[in-house]
């Protein structure tokens, strides 16, 4: 069951990633994008990470390509991309070569990975040990039972606040800064100056030059 | 949960077919998601080992990766916007003023 689950959501990141790079419309793209990115969220599932698999599609598929989406709808370049010029003679094979290189030295390190069971004490030790039991079961009264959804097994959440309100609370911080940085740099950069904004009969080819002082 | 190797040969194809997809497309909308994708490759890697490990390091860290993915593309997008308001249909290769 666990073989199949993760051979499904192995097709559909695979296929949304062959997606991305090979349709030439932008916003195919992005849905193809957004299929992986949802592949990854079930994966993540699997994983017991539930907190990051919630939080991939909310914010990842639900945030981030939708400011794509916009930002293409936006500027109107839905129009689909030449894909047969080649400005680096050779590029495209060379380019292949360069994606089978990156994914055999990437194998290479995870073949030679030690994955051997671990007998590490991790802070998800109880997982190993719970048993899942319904909640009109009896047996869950007993008093040497570990219950999956009982108090001994932490909440993926309170784990993972347990980390970033602790041993990471300075990259938490910092990544807090990094937010309101970028978001000063994107209101600086797009915006007009201060020019008057272009009347309505406007040519296309207008710029964004002050104004000239007039003497 | 499926042996990690396999988790990690997955991460793997896909971060090669962002890396190619970076190389190959000249769209800068397109680029961007090829990033993305590579970024979501390290996270499957991350979460997979964290779990293998029982490291709750990984998962964070996956957090902290989301948070940067999010401010680039915020920073990155409006540097398109910037650009392409200037000229309609542009290319990575237009974008040639600032070399030497």
């Given at each position: 069951?666990?073989?199949a689950?993760?051979?499904?959501c192995?097709?559909?990141?695979?296929?949304?990633?062959?997606?991305?790079?090979i349709?030439r419309?932008?916003?195919?793209?992005?849905?193809?994008?957004?299929?992986?990115?949802?592949g990854?969220?079930?994966?993540?599932?699997t994983?017991?990470?539930?907190?990051?698999?919630?939080v991939?599609?909310?914010?990842?598929?639900?945030?981030?390509v939708?400011l794509?989406?916009?930002?293409?709808?936006?500027?109107?370049?839905?129009?689909?991309?030449?894909?047969q010029?080649?400005?680096?003679?050779?590029?495209?094979?060379?380019?292949?070569a360069?994606?089978?290189g990156v994914l055999?030295?990437?194998?290479?390190?995870?073949?030679?990975?030690?994955l051997?069971?671990?007998t590490?004490?991790?802070?998800?030790?109880?997982?190993?040990n719970?048993?899942?039991?319904?909640?009109?079961?009896?047996a869950r009264?007993?008093?040497?039972?570990v219950?999956c959804?009982?108090?001994?097994?932490?909440?993926?959440?309170?784990?993972?606040?347990?980390g970033?309100?602790?041993?990471?609370?300075?990259a938490?911080?910092?990544?807090?800064?990094?937010?309101?940085v970028?978001?000063?740099g994107?209101?600086?950069?797009?915006?007009r100056?201060?020019?008057?904004?272009?009347?309505?009969?406007?040519?296309?080819?207008?710029?964004?030059?002050?104004?000239?002082?007039?003497? | 949960?499926?042996?990690?190797f396999?988790y990690?040969?997955?991460?793997?194809?896909?971060?090669?077919?962002?890396?190619?997809?970076?190389l190959?497309r000249?769209?800068p909308l397109?680029?961007?998601?090829?990033?993305?994708?590579?970024?979501?490759?390290?996270?499957?890697?991350?979460?997979?080992?964290s779990?293998?490990?029982?490291?709750?390091?990984?998962?964070?860290?996956v957090l902290f990766?989301?948070v940067?993915?999010a401010?680039e593309?915020?920073?990155?997008l409006?540097?398109v916007?910037?650009v392409?308001?200037?000229?309609a249909?542009?290319t990575?290769?237009?974008?040639?003023?600032?070399?030497?």
């Open positions: 069951m666990a073989i689950v993760f051979a499904v192995a097709v559909i990141i695979i296929a949304g990633a062959l997606g991305v790079i349709f419309n932008p916003v195919h793209a992005a849905l193809s994008l957004v299929a992986a990115l949802f990854a969220a079930v994966l993540f599932l994983l017991d990470a539930q907190f990051l698999g919630v991939q599609v909310i914010v990842y598929a639900g945030a981030i939708v794509f989406l916009f930002v293409i709808m936006l500027l109107g370049v839905d129009v689909a991309e030449r894909l010029t080649e400005p680096i003679a050779r590029q495209r094979p060379l380019a292949l360069v994606g089978a055999a030295l990437v194998l290479l390190f995870a073949v030679g990975f030690d051997s069971p671990s590490r004490q991790g802070a998800m030790p109880a997982l190993d719970c048993i899942g039991l319904p909640l009109n079961d009896p009264d007993s008093p040497d039972v219950l959804d009982g108090p001994e097994v932490a909440s993926n959440v309170s784990q993972i606040a347990e970033v309100f602790g041993d990471y609370v300075w938490f911080q910092l990544t807090g800064l990094l937010l309101t970028s978001v000063v994107a209101v600086v950069l797009t915006r100056g201060r020019s008057l904004p272009a009347p309505a009969n406007a040519d296309v080819t207008h710029d964004d030059r002050q104004p000239e002082a007039v003497s | 949960m499926v042996d990690s396999w990690l040969a997955l991460a793997a194809v896909v971060f090669a077919i962002g890396a190619t997809g970076l190959v000249r769209n397109i680029m961007f998601m090829c990033v993305e994708l590579m970024l979501n490759a390290v996270s499957i890697t991350f979460v997979a080992l779990r293998r490990l029982g490291d709750m390091g990984g998962q964070i860290s990766v989301l940067v993915a401010a593309a915020v920073v990155g409006a540097i916007v910037a392409m308001r200037r000229r249909r542009v990575a290769d237009d974008l040639t003023s600032l070399s030497g």
